[in-house]
Antibody, heavy 122, light 108 residues
Framework: QLQLQQSGPGLVKPSETLSLTCTVS??????????WGWVRQSPGKGLEWVGS???????YYNPSLKSRVAISVDTSKNQFSLRVRSLTAADTAVYFC??????????????WGQGSLVTVSS | SYVLTQPPSVSVAPGQTARITCGGD??????VHWYQEKPGQAPMLVIY???EWPSGIPERFSGSNSGNTATLTINRVEAGDEADYYC???????????FGGGTKLTVL
C-alpha cells in the first residue's frame, strides 16, 4: 500500500522560505506513469494545486506561484520536496503532497500525504 | 484558466440521494474526478474519470458528465458521508489541474 508521509516546520517567518518533504513508502517514486505534486488549502478555502514533478525532474507549477516555487525529487531517498520562497501571510495553508497520473484521463490524485499546516507569522 | 463551479452547500436527509454538481464550459469533453474531504483529513478520491470507482469506494457513489455539468451522486446517504466534496479536471489550455470551489454536504 503506497503511503506518503510529510515532514517540515509548521511556522515560518514572512519573507523566508518554506521547505516540506514527502517520503514515499510501499512503492517507488520512480514511475513512468505518475507525477508527484503538492496541493494547498488556505484556512476555510478550497484546494489549490501548487505544482508537480516527474521522478526525472520535469516540473511544472501553478502560474500564480511559479516565480516562488520549486519542487525537487530525490530518488535515492524516495522523497520529493517543496520550497516556496518570499512567504507572506497569504501562503498560510495546509500543504498536501500527492501522486497523480500523467494524462488528462489519469490526472487524478490517488494517494495523499497527511497534510502539513504551515503558518506564516513573525 | 478553466473555471469549475460548485454549489457551496447541499443538504440531504439520511437514506436519501445527494447530487452535487460541477459546472464548466463543455466539461462533458473532459475527465472529471471527485474527492471527499473530512475535517482534519486529507482529501480522498471517490470517483475518477467521470464514473469509475477507486478500490474501496462503495457503489453508492457514482458520477455522470455531459454538456456543461458533471454530477456526483450519493445514494442512500449516511451520516458518515458528511464532508466537503471537490471536483477536478485537467485544464488542457493552461496545462494544469483545476479544482472546483467545493461543496459542503450536510446530512440532516
Amino acid at each position: 500500500q503506497l503511503q506518503l508521509q510529510q515532514s517540515g516546520p509548521g511556522l515560518v517567518k514572512p519573507s523566508e522560505t518554506l521547505s516540506l518533504t514527502c517520503t514515499v513508502s510501499g512503492g517507488s517514486i520512480i514511475s513512468e506513469s505518475h507525477y508527484w505534486g503538492w496541493v494547498r488549502q488556505s484556512p476555510g478555502k478550497g484546494l489549490e494545486w501548487v505544482g508537480s514533478s516527474s521522478y526525472g525532474g520535469s516540473t511544472y507549477y501553478n502560474p500564480s506561484l511559479k516565480s516562488r516555487v520549486a519542487i525537487s525529487v530525490d530518488t535515492s531517498k524516495n522523497q520529493f520536496s517543496l520550497r516556496v520562497r518570499s512567504l507572506t501571510a497569504a501562503d498560510t495553508a495546509v500543504y498536501f503532497c500527492a501522486r497523480h497520473g500523467m494524462t488528462s484521463a489519469t490526472y487524478y490524485f490517488d494517494h495523499w500525504g497527511q497534510g502539513s499546516l504551515v503558518t506564516v507569522s513573525s | 484558466s478553466y473555471v469549475l463551479t460548485q454549489p457551496p452547500s447541499v443538504s440531504v436527509a439520511p437514506g436519501q440521494t445527494a447530487r452535487i454538481t460541477c459546472g464548466g464550459d463543455d466539461i462533458g469533453y473532459k475527465s472529471v474526478h471527485w474527492y471527499q474531504e473530512k475535517p482534519g483529513q486529507a482529501p480522498m478520491l471517490v470517483i475518477y474519470d467521470d464514473n469509475e470507482w477507486p478500490s474501496g469506494i462503495p457503489e453508492r457513489f457514482s458520477g455522470s458528465n455531459s454538456g456543461n455539468t458533471a454530477t456526483l451522486t450519493i445514494n442512500r446517504v449516511e451520516a458518515g458521508d458528511e464532508a466537503d466534496y471537490y471536483c477536478q479536471v485537467w485544464d488542457s489550455v493552461g496545462d494544469h489541474p483545476v479544482f472546483g470551489g467545493g461543496t459542503k454536504l450536510t446530512v440532516l
